[in-house]
């Protein structure tokens, strides 16, 4: 174990220290020499992406692959994966996205954008003018890129999932002797800047506005900005560095390095120094100029992180980063800090020495303090010996006190745990604890999923009480993209594999299994995943039309249903659409009802005449029937729909007289409408009637009576309605001529009378019969006739209406003397 006090590594840069941490040893093969590659490392410790530098001569050695390839290596140099690279356009950048995403592109503005670790990409183009005059260069962010054209046109792409390329601002003429670009995230505007030295100034580029910084100390070689986006770093060609805030308002320092070699590489360490760095050296240069300087027995790459920089030789990979805060109070000699006296407690008590207890004392009111000190300086060392010692230092100080909140000492003890885990030169990714806590365990699983390492994210998962289910379903599908095994036997084992395991989506592995050609297996893994919401779609790209829709008439939802219905509508023929849908009754239903409520009658027609459904087919008809303007087209559907019941005529035998009905109705008034001066289209045939009475066409109504055999009561109705509604009261009087009527005289005497005309209204009375004792003294009484009325009364001798209508019309007018005189005798004695 390694014991070596952790201020071995450290170097001072004006007030601060910064650290070399060695991370793994005997990284790459000595055969492959880094200084003929372009090396790009992904953020977060991430992989590391190694292209061919076409640029440099390399030696021929025999056995080595002749194709180009883009290898990527763990930090600790284990391979990940190898891709063919079998463009012709050559690469004008590579990078990641803080997902882990390589994005490669190539002069002709090809972007391809590799998922994961393993080989599967999508791809765009940039366009904007990319194919003609060629990337030069590019530059990448968190979640997108700037390609830098030969023409000096800046084109960016803000996200790799739905990729839109954008034109920034025109920029000047001139050569572009570098560039760099702050985020969106760091800057005002939202949108991503381009730095760009032209000439002896810089420009800054965003989406609406060019601006010349108005320097001219330049050119500047190199031009970087710091991680949160505030200072930018600018080295010109005589070997000077400035360093400025990003609004180019502020210069901060300035470090000359006396060197006639150009650097390889200006990037951050942090946001606190600037490295600078050539074949085998490196300078870490702080605030005021100060310096520290970093040798190499072989060439070296630098990859820029949140909190410092990887360093990658063909021998070692390290890391550079100032030393943090709790780390330096804990550790730096002379310290007397309450933390640094209490990790030497500790110490003191494992070789039992009663100086530990003095210790102890002597920091006892800072104590709670000191404890948290060693909880997160402990998450700073990548050295288990001294992060066990930290630990160990607080265990004793919380041990000591009366109240101490553990939370804290836990998690990080949980942290370490994961840390060491995935830090192991087998895994490759040496985080450190500030890049953990911002990347999070979830995106920590996903990474590790991206390399395979299942068996290590499901420990990390249960042991962080994260859900696992995603660690399964990404197991199975590379599983069944990569297993040898029969169909059969494949499905076992993950069926096997996952039986229990909650939230499993066997749709995802079924699609996988799809796309790998295995359509089989597709199908059979479906079946096991509970949710048709999921299964449904993917069964329909596999053209598994039939088995796509039994699985949504199964899951009782009509709208996926319905939704797999019109897929198929729009796929199949009509006959072979309909042979599916009828075979199953909810299906032909839900076509059935769709099809209606949206009027389209023509797909009814069909559906019903593959389906041999004459009623039904014959209804539509009907329906169409009832809404033309006209009668001869509503003629020609009736016909049609006779046509179709005509072969079943036992059974249809009431539709059929029906029809034959209605159509000769629609005959009678089409010459109607031809000879007389009103439109009949559309009425019933007591419409019909009713209106031809109105006009005066009584003949006319006769034959329409005869025709469809209305019975005499139901014409009466009619002809008196339709005399009130005219007026014609003396066609009324001469009715009441007349000895019987089918519908007795009362209906005649209510309609006349709501009519207004009380006079007819009075010449029915005498004619209704079989009425209640009294009705006809109302019935008079309503027509206005009171003599009439009491007449009435004095017959059926009902004193008390004689007498209210007595006192209704007044004793001393001339009828209520009339009314008297009628009741004299019979009322008063």
Same mark, same amino acid.
């Given at each position: 174990?390694?014991?070596?006090?952790?201020?071995?590594?450290?170097?001072?840069?004006?007030?601060?220290?910064?650290?070399?941490?060695?991370?793994?040893?005997?990284?790459?093969?000595?055969?492959?020499?880094?200084?003929?590659?372009?090396?790009?490392?992904?953020?977060?410790?991430?992989?590391?992406?190694?292209?061919?530098?076409?640029?440099? @001569?390399?030696?021929?050695?025999?056995?080595?692959?002749?194709?180009?390839?883009?290898?990527?290596?763990?930090?600790?140099?284990?391979?990940?994966?190898?891709?063919?690279?079998?463009?012709?356009?050559?690469?004008?950048?590579?990078?990641?996205?803080?997902?882990?995403?390589?994005?490669?592109?190539?002069?002709?503005?090809?972007?391809?954008?590799?998922?994961?670790?393993? =080989?599967?990409?999508?791809? &765009?183009?940039?366009? #904007?003018?990319?194919?003609?005059?060629?990337?030069?260069?590019?530059?990448?962010?968190?979640?997108?890129?700037? %390609?830098?054209?030969?023409?000096?046109?800046?084109?960016?792409?803000?996200?790799?999932?739905?990729?839109?390329?954008?034109?920034?601002?025109?920029?000047?003429?001139?050569?572009?002797?570098?560039?760099?670009?702050?985020?969106?995230?760091?800057?005002?505007?939202?949108?991503?800047?381009?730095?760009?030295?032209? #000439? /002896?100034?810089?420009?800054?580029?965003?989406?609406?506005?060019?601006?010349?910084?108005?320097?001219?100390?330049?050119?500047?070689?190199?031009?970087?900005?710091?991680?949160?986006?505030?200072?930018?770093?600018?080295?010109?060609?005589?070997?000077?560095?400035?360093?400025?805030?990003?609004?180019? /308002?502020?210069?901060?320092?300035?470090?000359?390095?006396?060197?006639?070699?150009?650097?390889?590489?200006?990037?951050?360490?942090?946001?606190?120094?600037?490295?600078?760095?050539?074949?085998?050296?490196?300078?870490?240069?702080?605030?005021?100029?100060?310096?520290?300087?970093?040798?190499?027995?072989?060439?070296?790459?630098?990859?820029?992180? @949140?909190?410092?920089?990887?360093?990658?030789? #063909? $021998?070692?990979?390290?890391?550079?980063?100032?030393?943090?805060?709790?780390?330096?109070?804990?550790?730096?000699? =002379?310290?007397?800090?309450?933390?640094?006296?209490?990790?030497? %407690?500790?110490?003191?008590?494992?070789? /039992?020495?009663?100086?530990?207890?003095?210790?102890?004392?002597?920091?006892?009111?800072?104590?709670?303090?000191?404890?948290?000190?060693?909880?997160?300086?402990?998450?700073?060392?990548? #050295?288990?010996?001294?992060?066990?010692?930290?630990?160990?230092?607080?265990?004793?100080?919380?041990?000591?006190?009366?109240?101490?909140?553990?939370?804290? &000492?836990?998690? !990080?003890?949980?942290?370490?745990?994961?840390?060491?885990?995935?830090?192991?030169?087998?895994?490759?990714?040496?985080?450190?604890?500030?890049?953990? /806590?911002?990347?999070?365990?979830? *995106?920590?699983?996903?990474?590790?999923?991206?390399?395979?390492?299942?068996?290590?994210?499901?420990?990390?998962?249960?042991?962080?009480?994260?859900?696992?289910?995603?660690?399964?379903?990404?197991?199975?599908?590379?599983?069944?993209?990569?297993?040898?095994?029969?169909?059969? %036997?494949?499905?076992?084992?993950?069926?096997?594999?996952?039986?229990?395991?909650?939230?499993?989506?066997?749709?995802?592995?079924?699609?996988?299994?799809?796309?790998?050609?295995?359509?089989?297996?597709?199908?059979?893994?479906?079946?096991?995943?509970?949710?048709?919401?999921?299964?449904?779609?993917?069964?329909?790209?596999?053209?598994?039309?039939?088995?796509?829709?039994?699985?949504?008439?199964?899951?009782?939802?009509?709208?996926?249903?319905?939704?797999?219905?019109?897929?198929?509508?729009?796929?199949?023929?009509?006959?072979?659409?309909?042979?599916?849908?009828?075979?199953?009754?909810?299906?032909?239903?839900?076509?059935?009802?769709?099809?209606?409520?949206?009027?389209? $009658?023509?797909?009814?027609?069909?559906?019903?005449?593959?389906?041999?459904?004459?009623?039904?087919?014959?209804?539509?008809?009907?329906?169409?029937?009832?809404?033309?303007?006209?009668?001869?087209?509503?003629?020609?559907?009736?016909?049609?729909?006779?046509?179709?019941?005509?072969? $079943?005529?036992?059974?249809?035998?009431?539709?059929?007289?029906?029809?034959?009905?209605?159509?000769?109705?629609?005959?009678?008034?089409?010459?109607?409408?031809?000879?007389?001066?009103? *439109?009949?289209?559309?009425?019933?045939?007591?419409?019909?009637?009713?209106?031809?009475?109105?006009?005066?066409?009584?003949?006319?109504?006769?034959?329409?009576?005869?025709?469809?055999?209305?019975?005499?009561?139901?014409?009466?109705?009619?002809?008196?309605?339709?005399?009130?509604?005219?007026?014609?009261?003396?066609?009324?009087?001469?009715?009441?001529?007349?000895?019987?009527?089918?519908?007795?005289?009362?209906?005649?005497?209510?309609?006349?009378?709501?009519?207004?005309?009380?006079?007819?209204?009075?010449?029915?009375?005498?004619?209704?019969?079989?009425?209640?004792?009294?009705?006809?003294?109302?019935?008079?009484?309503?027509?206005? !006739?009171?003599?009439?009325?009491?007449?009435?009364?004095?017959?059926?001798?009902?004193?008390?209406?004689?007498?209210?209508?007595?006192?209704?019309?007044?004793?001393?007018?001339?009828?209520?003397?009339?009314?008297?005189?009628?009741?004299?005798?019979?009322?008063?004695?």
């Amino acid at each position: 174990m390694d014991t070596t006090h952790p201020t071995a590594g450290w170097e001072q840069v004006g007030d601060s220290f910064y650290r070399k941490v060695q991370l793994y040893t005997a990284v790459f093969d000595r055969d492959l020499d880094l200084d003929n590659y372009a090396v790009a490392g992904a953020p977060y410790s991430g992989a590391i992406a190694l292209c061919r530098d076409d640029n440099k @001569i390399m030696a021929y050695r025999g056995g080595q692959a002749s194709k180009p390839s883009i290898d990527i290596y763990s930090s600790a140099g284990k391979p990940i994966r190898s891709i063919s690279w079998d463009k012709v356009s050559e690469i004008r950048g590579l990078g990641w996205s803080d997902d882990e995403k390589l994005l490669i592109v190539t002069k002709d503005g090809t972007v391809r954008c590799y998922v994961d670790l393993q =080989g599967e990409f999508s791809q &765009f183009s940039l366009g #904007n003018g990319a194919e003609e005059y060629g990337v030069e260069s590019c530059r990448f962010y968190d979640s997108g890129l700037v %390609a830098l054209l030969s023409n000096n046109t800046l084109i960016t792409v803000n996200s790799y999932d739905e990729p839109r390329p954008k034109v920034l601002a025109a920029c000047p003429d001139g050569r572009v002797h570098s560039w760099a670009l702050i985020p969106p995230n760091h800057t005002l505007s939202r949108s991503v800047e381009a730095l760009l030295s032209i #000439n /002896q100034t810089i420009y800054v580029v965003d989406a609406t506005d060019c601006e010349d910084r108005f320097l001219d100390v330049g050119p500047f070689a190199h031009v970087s900005v710091s991680p949160n986006g505030k200072f930018v770093g600018l080295y010109t060609e005589t070997g000077v560095l400035h360093v400025v805030t990003s609004d180019f /308002q502020t210069r901060l320092s300035e470090h000359r390095s006396k060197s006639k070699i150009p650097p390889k590489y200006l990037q951050w360490c942090g946001n606190d120094a600037v490295v600078i760095a050539w074949e085998d050296e490196v300078h870490i240069v702080g605030p005021g100029g100060s310096l520290a300087k970093f040798y190499y027995d072989s060439r070296i790459h630098i990859i820029q992180d @949140i909190d410092g920089v990887r360093v990658i030789t #063909n $021998n070692v990979c390290e890391f550079l980063q100032k030393v943090p805060d709790v780390t330096e109070e804990v550790f730096r000699f =002379g310290a007397e800090s309450p933390a640094s006296i209490l990790l030497d %407690a500790v110490q003191q008590l494992e070789m /039992q020495s009663p100086k530990a207890d003095d210790n102890i004392q002597l920091i006892r009111p800072n104590l709670t303090e000191a404890v948290d000190t060693c909880v997160n300086a402990s998450g700073q060392e990548y #050295n288990v010996h001294w992060q066990k010692q930290l630990l160990k230092a607080a265990s004793f100080g919380k041990s000591v006190l009366d109240i101490y909140n553990s939370d804290d &000492f836990v998690d !990080m003890c949980d942290t370490l745990r994961v840390l060491n885990a995935v830090r192991y030169y087998e895994v490759g990714l040496p985080l450190s604890y500030d890049q953990y /806590q911002r990347l999070g365990p979830d *995106s920590l699983i996903e990474r590790l999923l991206s390399r395979h390492e299942y068996l290590l994210a499901l420990r990390i998962a249960g042991y962080l009480h994260l859900p696992t289910d995603k660690i399964y379903v990404h197991w199975a599908c590379a599983k069944v993209r990569t297993g040898s095994e029969p169909d059969e %036997a494949l499905c076992q084992i993950v069926i096997d594999r996952l039986a229990g395991k909650p939230g499993i989506s066997f749709e995802e592995i079924a699609r996988a299994a799809y796309d790998e050609g295995r359509g089989r297996l597709a199908t059979e893994l479906l079946n096991h995943e509970p949710r048709a919401g999921r299964q449904v779609p993917l069964l329909l790209s596999m053209e598994e039309d039939e088995l796509a829709l039994d699985k949504a008439i199964e899951s009782g939802d009509t709208d996926l249903t319905y939704f797999v219905i019109e897929k198929m509508r729009r796929k199949l023929p009509l006959a072979a659409f309909f042979q599916t849908v009828n075979s199953r009754p909810v299906a032909t239903a839900l076509v059935e009802s769709a099809a209606i409520r949206d009027g389209d $009658n023509t797909l009814l027609k069909d559906m019903y005449y593959q389906d041999d459904r004459r009623l039904a087919g014959a209804s539509v008809f009907i329906r169409e029937a009832l809404r033309q303007p006209d009668s001869r087209t509503a003629s020609d559907k009736l016909v049609l729909a006779a046509k179709l019941l005509a072969d $079943n005529q036992k059974e249809s035998a009431f539709e059929l007289g029906a029809l034959k009905e209605a159509t000769t109705l629609l005959r009678m008034q089409e010459a109607f409408d031809r000879d007389l001066t009103d *439109s009949f289209t559309g009425l019933s045939v007591n419409e019909t009637m009713f209106k031809l009475i109105r006009l005066g066409y009584h003949g006319r109504a006769k034959k329409l009576q005869s025709e469809f055999h209305v019975p005499d009561r139901v014409a009466w109705w009619i002809r008196l309605r339709a005399l009130v509604a005219k007026r014609d009261w003396n066609e009324i009087e001469d009715i009441a001529k007349a000895k019987k009527s089918p519908i007795g005289w009362e209906p005649f005497f209510n309609l006349v009378l709501q009519a207004g005309n009380a006079r007819v209204a009075a010449v029915f009375v005498p004619k209704c019969t079989g009425l209640e004792p009294g009705t006809t003294i109302s019935m008079y009484e309503k027509c206005g !006739m009171k003599v009439k009325a009491a007449q009435e009364a004095v017959k059926i001798k009902d004193a008390e209406a004689w007498n209210r209508l007595l006192e209704s019309a007044g004793r001393g007018t001339a009828e209520g003397r009339e009314i008297e005189h009628l009741g004299h005798g019979v009322f008063k004695k």
